[in-house]
């Protein structure tokens, strides 16, 4: 079957830190731009982070830069976003989406775009 899951999403203290890991199954992920994108109540899905396939170059939301790191791990077929100092504003649903054709600048761009997968979400929820 072919899809994308996430996982690692919770409950944290604000600065505190989680690391989300987005696998794919029926497909490699290496020969895709992945993005990370998350979506509060009542506000747009917006793109957190992306890397591009081939060159690895990556795209943060000026929100988290400093803050996420997005990472490949190409023997589990899996990417990787680690958030650390988190904020309350950060709690959202977490999605990671899969593209072919997009490098990571422009993925970063276009959060409402008809990516090739997507996944069905892991929340995050930052609260003392």
């Known amino acids: 079957q072919v899809q994308l899951v996430e996982s690692g999403g919770g409950l944290v203290q604000p600065g505190g830190s989680l690391r989300l890991s987005c696998g794919a199954s029926?497909?490699?992920?290496?020969?895709?731009?992945v993005g990370w994108f998350r979506q509060a109540p009542g506000k747009e899905r917006e793109a957190v982070s992306c890397i591009s396939r081939g060159d690895g170059s990556t795209y943060y939301a000026d929100s988290v830069k400093g803050r996420f790191t997005i990472s490949r791990d190409k023997a589990n077929n899996t990417v990787y976003l680690q958030m650390n100092s988190l904020k309350p504003e950060d709690t959202a649903v977490y999605y990671c989406?899969?593209?072919?054709?997009?490098?990571?600048?422009?993925?970063?761009?276009?959060?409402?775009?008809?990516?090739?997968?997507w996944g069905q979400g892991t929340q995050v929820t930052v609260s003392s």
């Open positions: 989406a899969a593209d072919s054709d997009l490098e990571a600048q422009t993925m970063g761009v276009l959060p409402r775009y008809k990516h090739d997968y």
């Open positions: 029926g497909f490699t992920l290496d020969y895709y731009t």
